[in-house]
């Protein structure tokens, strides 16, 4: 049986409605268009997947999308994803390395990687596949995969890896041959004269150059920065004492100008936005049920739906994540800092029970991983134990074994000794292993 994907981790992130298109860094992309690699390396805020979306849509080569996160650490997985984004574009492409996913005994990560350049590089078109978050991935035959195929690039593919640091991969080979493009988070920082520009195209008025510099100097030249900054702004009739309020820390700035944000919106709207911090993607459906198991006190009542729409309307960091507009997402600075607001303003047991809530949804919409995870970030040992019990045959049926091991792997191991389900799996993964090392 074949890994059950989300499609939504196939679509490229949508360009916001009032976005700053940067020339001088489409230019720089474009320069090395011809080669077969370009990194872009920068921490959370810098509008990393932004820039690369932005310039697909001017790009006249057929491009595919991957969001990569942490389940994504298992060989089988990944390759399921990254092959389901080449035959998105070409869908009489090889399947061969698909094939050989599904054989009884894993083929070699070697022998993967081989027969993948060679179908990639059998392609009569050039194409751009984009992996995006790449610093979720710890898994070392994944490293290796990829330094393999940078190492012997095929000729119709322009790979752009998007991460918060620089990936695991012999970049300093690859540089020394002059076959990648480095964006970096100096290229990404704002300069005065875009920061202004961003600001006027958001506000709607000029600003004077000593408002300018001192935003720039407080963000940093973050573009989420910015943005929070356009929000405050709006709202702020004596901006000149906002201005001075504001620290010198980046990350402080950030947490005030985000408070201020906050201030101006309902209780329910305010802890929907926090509720919602601890999920990595949402649908209406889910944040009804993680946010209506919290709060029994308000009396103004949001749906999930509302909830949505009113972050669209506002502009306030949403990013959907499929055509139908059914699951989005916060910009990934903007759930971190409300997490930190979250912890704040929320009791350990408050956010246990939102995990709780979120567990339980995933787990009965069949999305066990998202529902391991969450039930684990709650404390709910448990209900982790028991989602792995349950699925543990789904997952052997499927050849899954790299994630099945995985799972257990996150299970106190007190816990897996309490369970014979647990144990005889266990049991089974040492005899194995002992038969074939490689699995």
């Given at each position: 049986?074949?890994?059950?994907?989300?499609l939504?981790?196939?679509?490229?992130?949508?360009?916001?409605?009032?976005?700053l298109?940067?020339?001088?860094?489409?230019?720089?992309?474009?320069?090395?268009?011809?080669?077969?690699?370009?990194?872009?390396?920068?921490?959370?805020?810098?509008?990393?997947?932004?820039?690369?979306?932005?310039?697909?849509?001017?790009?006249?080569?057929?491009?595919?999308?991957?969001?990569?996160?942490?389940?994504?650490?298992?060989?089988?997985?990944?390759?399921?994803?990254?092959?389901?984004?080449?035959?998105?574009?070409?869908?009489?492409?090889?399947?061969?390395?698909?094939a050989?996913?599904?054989?009884?005994?894993?083929?070699?990560?070697?022998l993967?990687?081989?027969?993948?350049?060679?179908?990639?590089?059998?392609?009569n078109?050039?194409?751009?596949?984009?992996?995006?978050?790449?610093?979720?991935?710890?898994?070392?035959?994944?490293?290796?995969?990829?330094?393999?195929?940078l190492?012997?690039?095929?000729?119709?593919?322009?790979?752009?890896?998007?991460?918060?640091?620089?990936?695991f991969?012999?970049?300093?080979?690859?540089?020394?041959?002059?076959?990648?493009?480095?964006?970096?988070?100096?290229?990404?920082r704002?300069?005065?004269?875009?920061?202004s520009?961003f600001?006027?195209?958001?506000?709607?008025?000029?600003?004077?150059?000593k408002?300018?510099?001192v935003?720039?100097?407080?963000?940093?030249?973050?573009?989420?920065?910015?943005?929070?900054?356009v929000?405050?702004l709006?709202?702020?009739?004596?901006?000149d004492?906002?201005l001075?309020?504001l620290?010198?820390?980046?990350?402080?700035a950030?947490?005030?100008?985000?408070?201020?944000?906050?201030?101006?919106?309902?209780?329910?709207?305010?802890?929907?936005?926090?509720?919602?911090?601890?999920?990595?993607r949402?649908?209406?459906?889910?944040?009804?049920?993680?946010?209506?198991?919290?709060?029994?006190?308000?009396?103004?009542?949001?749906?999930?739906?509302?909830?949505?729409?009113?972050?669209?309307q506002?502009?306030?960091?949403?990013i959907?994540?499929?055509?139908?507009?059914?699951?989005?997402?916060?910009?990934?600075?903007?759930?971190?800092?409300?997490?930190?607001?979250?912890?704040?303003?929320?009791?350990?047991?408050?956010i246990?029970a939102?995990?709780?809530?979120?567990?339980?949804?995933?787990?009965?919409?069949?999305?066990?991983?998202?529902?391991l995870?969450?039930?684990?970030?709650?404390?709910?040992t448990?209900?982790?134990?028991?989602?792995?019990?349950?699925?543990?045959?789904?997952?052997?049926?499927?050849?899954?074994?790299?994630?099945?091991?995985?799972?257990?792997?996150?299970?106190?191991?007190?816990?897996?000794?309490?369970?014979?389900?647990?144990?005889i799996?266990?049991?089974?993964?040492?005899?194995?292993?002992?038969?074939?090392?490689?699995?």
């Amino acid at each position: 049986m074949p890994v059950q994907l989300l499609l939504t981790k196939l679509h490229k992130p949508s360009i916001p409605k009032h976005y700053l298109h940067r020339q001088r860094l489409r230019d720089k992309i474009n320069q090395h268009r011809q080669g077969p690699f370009t990194l872009v390396s920068a921490p959370a805020g810098y509008g990393k997947s932004t820039l690369i979306s932005s310039w697909l849509e001017s790009c006249e080569v057929p491009s595919a999308w991957v969001s990569l996160d942490r389940e994504d650490n298992d060989l089988n997985v990944f390759l399921s994803y990254l092959l389901a984004a080449v035959q998105g574009l070409f869908p009489d492409a090889s399947c061969e390395t698909r094939a050989m996913l599904k054989a009884a005994e894993s083929p070699s990560v070697t022998l993967l990687a081989r027969n993948l350049i060679n179908e990639l590089d059998s392609i009569n078109e050039s194409f751009i596949i984009v992996l995006d978050d790449y610093h979720v991935i710890k898994d070392k035959d994944l490293h290796y995969l990829l330094a393999e195929l940078l190492k012997y690039p095929p000729k119709p593919l322009h790979l752009v890896v998007v991460s918060r640091r620089d990936p695991f991969l012999p970049l300093n080979k690859i540089r020394a041959k002059d076959q990648m493009m480095e964006i970096r988070a100096n290229d990404l920082r704002f300069s005065n004269e875009e920061s202004s520009a961003f600001l006027e195209k958001f506000l709607g008025v000029s600003l004077d150059k000593k408002t300018v510099a001192v935003v720039e100097k407080k963000t940093e030249g973050w573009i989420t920065g910015l943005r929070l900054a356009v929000l405050t702004l709006r709202n702020q009739s004596d901006r000149d004492l906002f201005l001075k309020n504001l620290p010198e820390d980046n990350r402080y700035a950030l947490d005030y100008i985000l408070s201020e944000v906050l201030s101006k919106y309902s209780p329910v709207m305010q802890e929907y936005l926090l509720s919602m911090s601890i999920l990595n993607r949402f649908s209406a459906s889910l944040c009804e049920a993680v946010y209506t198991h919290y709060n029994t006190s308000n009396t103004e009542k949001m749906t999930g739906q509302e909830y949505i729409a009113r972050l669209e309307q506002d502009n306030l960091f949403v990013i959907p994540l499929d055509d139908e507009q059914v699951w989005f997402r916060y910009h990934h600075l903007f759930q971190t800092l409300l997490q930190r607001l979250l912890k704040l303003r929320f009791k350990q047991d408050g956010i246990n029970a939102l995990h709780k809530r979120a567990s339980e949804w995933f787990a009965e919409n069949g999305l066990i991983e998202e529902a391991l995870h969450h039930a684990l970030d709650g404390g709910d040992t448990a209900f982790a134990v028991q989602l792995v019990a349950q699925n543990r045959h789904d997952l052997l049926n499927q050849e899954q074994w790299t994630r099945l091991r995985r799972w257990l792997n996150l299970l106190p191991h007190d816990c897996i000794e309490e369970n014979p389900e647990l144990l005889i799996t266990q049991a089974w993964f040492l005899w194995n292993s002992m038969r074939f090392p490689e699995m």
